[in-house]
């Protein structure tokens, strides 16, 4: 009898050590992914721009066709501020710039070429 009290006691501390393990286990990457919008002196929104992948991806977009552009703005790790254009507008592809897991994406902006900003976000 009493060794079926210690294999309980011995496969409960098993398994408290399989959840304590998984409670541990980082996120995934895509738990951190972020995004901000941008718009215009309308309340319409014309841009947006996503962090992916550790922060190391900045991807922005202009989603309005008004023939004003957009552009991001990411702010690495050790302080160097990239700016990140939407070459082709509205057009459907967006700009994109990347970056090292050392010096990953701290923050970023989304910019509006008619004078708005997203405002600096935290990646």
């Known amino acids: ?38 718009y215009n002196n309308a309340g319409v929104a014309v841009g947006e721009g996503y962090i992916f992948i550790s922060h190391t991806l900045f991807r922005v977009c202009d989603i309005k066709a008004d023939n004003v552009g957009v552009y991001g703005r990411m702010k690495l790790r050790n302080g160097t501020i990239k700016d990140i254009p939407d ?13 090292s897991y050392e010096n990953y994406i701290v923050s ?16």
Not at 10 to 38: N, R
Not at 108 to 123: H, I, N
């Open 87 to 99: 070459l082709d507008g509205a057009g459907g592809s967006c700009g994109q710039g990347t970056t």
């Open 1 to 38: 009898m009493k060794t079926t009290g210690v294999r309980r006691s011995l496969a409960a501390a098993v398994g408290l050590g399989v959840v304590g393990a998984l409670a541990l286990a980082p996120a995934p990457a895509s738990a951190h992914d972020t995004m901000a919008y941008v």
């Open 108 to 123: 970023y902006e989304v910019v509006w070429r008619g004078g708005k900003s997203s405002g600096w976000r935290t990646a």
